[in-house]
């Protein structure tokens, strides 16, 4: 089992930055952000990989960068530039194998959410 705790959400206007953390009880292979918008299904946002990789959805690359500290299993989300359409739940994932070409092969265990609220 692994136990994920995020923090750092809160309210922010446009252009304004935000940093998210994630604490895992122990290391995993993988780790990565999703988000839910309300009324929305929930998406991907970014993925860190043991090897140092890192993957992005394309609404956020050049504003969001994924870093992890392994001394602490702790994943943060580095969010700039901030858009009403970040706003969100955003809930940490961990996953403990990759997949064939690189990625999470899949993500077995998730965070309650932090919120993020982003007002223009």
């Known amino acids: 089992q692994v136990q994920l705790v995020e923090s750092g959400g809160g309210s922010v206007q446009a252009g304004g930055s935000l940093r998210l953390s994630c604490v895992a009880s122990?290391?995993?292979?993988?780790m990565g952000w999703f988000r839910q918008a309300p009324g929305k299904e929930r998406e991907f946002v970014s993925e860190?990989?043991?090897?140092?990789?890192?993957r992005y959805v394309d609404s956020v690359k050049g504003r969001f960068s994924v870093s992890k500290d392994y001394a602490m299993n702790t994943l943060y989300l580095q969010m700039n530039s901030l858009k009403p359409e970040d706003t969100g739940m955003y809930f940490c994932?961990?996953?403990?194998?990759?997949?064939?070409?690189?990625?999470?092969?899949?993500?077995?265990?998730w965070g309650q959410g932090t919120q993020v609220t982003v007002s223009s």
């Open positions: 994932a961990a996953g403990l194998f990759g997949k064939l070409g690189g990625g999470c092969r899949e993500f077995n265990y």
């Open positions: 122990r290391n995993t292979y993988c």
């Open positions: 860190f990989t043991s090897d140092g990789s890192t």
